[in-house]
C-alpha cells in the first residue's frame, strides 16, 4: 500500500517523458 506514493512520482515522471516525446 506504500507504493501509492511511488506511483504517482512514477506517474508525473512517464507524463513529462510524453510531453518532451510531444516536442
Known amino acids: ?3 501509492q506514493r511511488y506511483s504517482r512520482f512514477f ?4 507524463n513529462l517523458l510524453f510531453a518532451l516525446r510531444a516536442l
Open 1 to 3: 500500500m506504500r507504493r
Open 11 to 14: 506517474g508525473l515522471f512517464v
